[in-house]
């Protein structure tokens, strides 16, 4: 339920709250006061396109916040896929338009417009006059019918889904394999030489940093041993280190063991001599295993290039290139035994056809069970809606091919006075039809989605006295379980409400500003005073207000609002 609604420097409205309550909820007002500019921000909020010239003249930003109550589990869980928490089961939702660009959060943390307008969807309906022209698209009558139908059918749909998605990959493939022999041919050469590339090349964790440290040391052999040639000679030539350490056990031989220091010295010089003559050894020994082979250079170089040309066609190491292998190989195993594959292929989409079949008849049948009980209730709405005399059917007709929705296209014939054939909605409504069409529907089908608040603007168009009252009653009647808020200039509306708002335009400070106030009682009984009686307000207008009212509570009691 929406029960909060803050807007801030939108187009004419500085600062308004307003807090709405269960069922129904009425905003009235002259006509220019600012009734479109309310239900604009709530939009907006929603995530509708808004284009900046709403932000309030001087003002750098508008703002609209929304506060919602959650009524269905299915609310809760939409929430929790989001990743957004709603403590106390509340919901705020604020956007924010600037120059610059535009902003939303829900409950605090910044969301997309994509997940602002799934949370939108699943809390409030918007109807205007562009909404009840939707009721003229026939592809939405499907839709409207499966809503009516709920869980009948959900399960249903979500199965041929499931199916459907199946079948249309099955069918992708067996598509991709018909293709003319020349081409199969092409594809199996071009898929062997890359199998036998790779399978030749017998690739080896870790061989290519192998060669890398191979070449390394390669083209650096010459230098090396030059640098490790002269280190070994310094130690080794005449007058080198080790001759240093003869001479030096020359002299301390003269004194040898008379005192301990001595000794300490004899045995350090022996072990640094032992160190050094180890490391002129390993050098020479080293030296040795240098190689300056041109040709065994040049293989090393070929096959680390080699191994990063394959790298480059086939993957980044030799696991991406693996993993191609066998995706390649599986590819050229079903077009090397393309009739064998082919053959079990059509068996695999055979079955997935037989089974999306089975499961869209058995959709088609729920549906057309749900649409008799449908046309029945959407019949006696109308009639409570004043068409007295009104046929209502759906015909269904058997779609070509397949689709994830089944096969279904269900079409809304109806005839609204006595004498008249049957016809396509679409072809007979006007637009003061279509909104009591509308609202006889979402009658019908209140409270069987995740929706708890309906908003409806226009819905009073191209009507008047005992049609208009009807209208109201029914808004009574829908307000017994979803909370309903409606734009209205009708007094026979207006005086059904449960929370009435009055909308008015004024000058303050120069500037033209729109505002909006929860009515008492007796401002109520003006209000529709005015509504009655136009420009001049009379006596009789002002008791015909109050006789409105009062009527209007009876007949909410009798549909328990």
């Not at 190689?291 to 680390?304: G, I, V, W």
């Not at 079990?344 to 729920?366: G, T, V, W």
């Not at 994830?404 to 809304?412: S, V, W």
């Not at 009647?477 to 207006?494: E, G």
Request: proline content about 1%; glycine content about 6%.
């Amino acid at each position: 339920m929406l029960y909060y609604l803050h807007i801030k420097n939108y187009a004419l409205i500085d600062d308004a709250e307003v807090e709405f309550t269960e069922g129904l909820n009425i905003f009235t007002g002259e006509t220019g006061a600012g009734k479109s500019i309310l239900l604009g921000s709530v939009a907006t909020a929603l995530g509708a396109k808004t284009k900046t010239d709403v932000i309030k003249e001087g003002e750098e930003s508008a703002f609209v916040e929304l506060h919602f109550s959650i009524d269905r589990d299915g609310q809760r869980e939409l929430l929790k896929e989001l990743d957004i928490d709603a403590e106390d089961d509340q919901v705020i939702i604020q956007r924010k338009i600037s120059q610059a660009r535009s902003m939303a959060k829900i409950n605090g943390i910044t969301v997309t417009n994509s997940d602002l307008r799934k949370v939108a969807d699943a809390f409030l309906d918007i109807y205007g006059q562009h909404d009840y022209q939707n009721l003229l698209k026939e592809s939405m009558h499907i839709e409207i019918l499966d809503a009516y139908a709920g869980e009948k059918v959900d399960d249903l749909k979500a199965q041929t889904k499931d199916a459907y998605e199946e079948y249309r990959a099955l069918k992708r493939e067996m598509d991709h394999l018909e293709t003319d022999e020349e081409k199969r041919q092409r594809e199996i050469d071009f898929l062997a030489f890359e199998l036998k590339e790779i399978e030749e090349a017998n690739l080896k964790e870790g061989e290519e940093e192998q060669l890398r440290e191979i070449l390394r040391l390669s083209e650096n052999a010459e230098r090396i041993a030059k640098a490790i040639s002269g280190a070994e000679r310094y130690l080794s030539d005449n007058g080198g280190v080790m001759d240093s350490f003869s001479r030096s056990f020359y002299e301390l031989k003269s004194v040898s063991g008379m005192t301990d220091e001595i000794s300490e010295f004899e045995e350090s010089l022996k072990q640094a001599q032992g160190i050094v003559s180890d490391v002129r050894r390993s050098m020479a020994d080293y030296l040795d295993t240098l190689d300056f082979d041109e040709n065994r250079l040049s293989e090393a170089r070929e096959r680390y290039d080699f191994i990063n040309t394959l790298f480059m066609k086939y993957g980044k190491d030799v696991a991406d290139v693996n993993s191609f292998y066998e995706k390649k190989s599986a590819e050229y195993e079903k077009l090397v035994k393309f009739e064998e594959y082919k053959e079990e292929l059509s068996l695999r989409l055979k079955e997935a056809e037989k089974k999306l079949s089975i499961l869209c008849d058995a959709l088609s049948k729920e549906r057309k069970t749900e649409a008799g009980r449908f046309t029945e209730e959407v019949r006696a709405a109308l009639s409570e809606l004043n068409f007295n005399d009104n046929r209502f059917e759906i015909e269904f007709e058997e779609n070509e091919s397949y689709t994830a929705n089944g096969r279904d296209i269900a079409k809304f014939f109806i005839s609204t006075n006595v004498g008249e054939p049957m016809r396509p909605l679409c072809e007979v409504a006007s637009g003061g039809e279509l909104s009591r069409i509308m609202l006889a529907i979402k009658t019908v089908c209140a409270g069987r989605d995740l929706i708890h608040t309906l908003i409806f603007d226009e819905i009073d168009a191209g009507i008047s006295g005992n049609t208009a009252w009807k209208v109201a009653e029914k808004l009574a009647q829908l307000a017994r379980n979803l909370q309903v808020i409606c734009i209205t200039h009708l007094p026979q509306i207006a005086a059904m409400a449960d929370n009435h708002f009055g909308i008015t335009k004024s000058e303050k400070d120069g500037r033209t500003v729109t505002e909006v106030k929860k009515l008492l009682q007796y401002e109520s009984v003006e209000e529709l005073t005015r509504l009655l009686g136009g420009a001049t307000e009379t006596a009789a207008a002002k008791a015909n207000a109050k006789e409105m009212i009062a009527m209007a509570k009876k007949v909410k009691k009798q549909v328990g609002s």
